[in-house]
């Protein structure tokens, strides 16, 4: 029996609903001086898929791409404890010249 790979990008999510939305921090606003853009992403996409989803919606070449799944917090309300949900954050290089823009000016 011949097996084969298939690299399979996440059919069921579309490139819309893989990125969430941008991280607009201190330390993010600094990686934008060397054309690293932090976002909120899936927590179950890989970086391929991170990869062909930002080149799809922003139209620029992604270099390279790092992810970290950050730990769970604790929320209380009250006496009652609880989690708040766990997310994954994606850094992401870009080629030299390639510009997302994230701030709308007016």
């Given at each position: 029996m011949l097996l084969r790979r298939f690299i399979v990008i996440n059919s069921s999510n579309s490139n819309?609903?893989?990125?969430?939305?941008p991280i607009i921090?201190?330390?993010?606003?600094?990686l934008l001086?060397?054309?690293q853009y932090s976002f909120i992403v899936d927590r179950y996409s890989d970086?391929?898929?991170?990869?062909?989803a930002i080149e799809y919606l922003f139209n620029v070449k992604v270099i390279k791409v790092n992810t970290c799944r950050l730990p769970r917090k604790k929320k209380r309300?009250?006496?009652?404890?609880?989690?708040?949900?766990?997310?994954?954050?994606?850094?992401?290089?870009?080629?030299?010249?390639?510009?997302?823009?994230?701030?709308?000016?007016?």
């Open positions: 819309t609903q893989i990125i969430k939305y921090t201190d330390k993010a606003t600094r001086e060397n054309n970086k391929l898929t991170i990869k062909a309300v009250g006496k009652y404890i609880g989690w708040k949900p766990q997310y994954k954050k994606a850094i992401v290089s870009l080629k030299e010249g390639d510009v997302i823009n994230l701030f709308t000016e007016n």
